[in-house]
């Protein structure tokens, strides 16, 4: 059984309740972060050092940083078709959930935190228009990449890439505040994704 630490709301925390979902992996949740039981605790500091979520507890193994519950659940469960075992094919897989966790995650917290939100201390003006230049960047990136005629980021079949591209590209539909070009393929793409029920449940279920 996974026990899954962090609340339903967390961006980090719904990338694995969907590939959960995707795989039909049984799971129990409980609420910690902002709004719930604080990960500065003593409890949850000895599980994650970092006082961040999601925390994943199963097979004896505290896991903790997203993209790495997503692989090893997907290596743990024989998901190949999501997480290819050829080194040809995972590659692609893995530049796509790198570039999230390093370009995006720092072009988000100006566009979406500091200017949407307005939570110190990424509200700071020059990180703002930053972020929000970054996350244009790299919007306009994905939809020349898309543009190529591929439904999905690695090409035809949906992969463990499309779930934190999946919650980026929610992000960018709902953020606001600043002018953003028209991306006919990611939307497109934010449509396809939106035929899987998994997707709908924890990417686009009205949260940012
Ligand atoms: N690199 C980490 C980032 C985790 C992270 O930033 N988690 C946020 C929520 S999305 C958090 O713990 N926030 C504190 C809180 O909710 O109290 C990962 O991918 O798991």
Not at 1 to 30: A, H, Y
Not at 74 to 94: I, N, Q, T
Not at 136 to 146: A, D, Q
Not at 165 to 194: I, M
């Amino acid at each position: 059984m996974i026990r899954l630490l962090g609340r339903r709301s967390s961006f980090n925390v719904r990338k694995v309740l969907w590939l959960c979902d995707e795989l039909g992996l049984p799971f129990t949740r409980e609420d910690w972060g902002r709004g719930f039981t604080p990960t500065t605790t003593p409890e949850f500091l000895r599980l994650n050092p970092a006082a961040q979520i999601p925390v994943v507890l199963t097979d004896g193994l505290v896991l903790r940083e997203s993209h790495a519950i997503l692989r090893y659940l997907c290596l743990r469960h024989g998901a190949e078709a999501l997480y290819p075992s050829d080194p040809a094919k995972r590659v692609f897989v893995e530049q796509w959930m790198d570039w999230v966790a390093y370009d995006l995650t720092h072009a988000m917290r100006g566009a979406f935190l500091g200017g949407q939100l307005k939570e110190p201390p990424w509200n700071n003006p020059w990180f703002v228009d930053q972020g929000r230049r970054d996350f244009t960047h790299c919007i306009g990136l994905l939809e020349r990449e898309l543009a190529s005629g591929k439904p999905y980021a690695c090409g035809d079949a949906f992969t463990l890439a499309d779930i934190p591209l999946g919650l980026v590209v929610n992000r960018w539909f709902a953020v606001q505040g600043f002018d953003k070009p028209d991306t006919p393929h990611v939307s497109a793409y934010f449509e396809r994704l939106s035929e899987r029920p998994a997707f709908l449940a924890h990417g686009r279920n009205g949260l940012p």
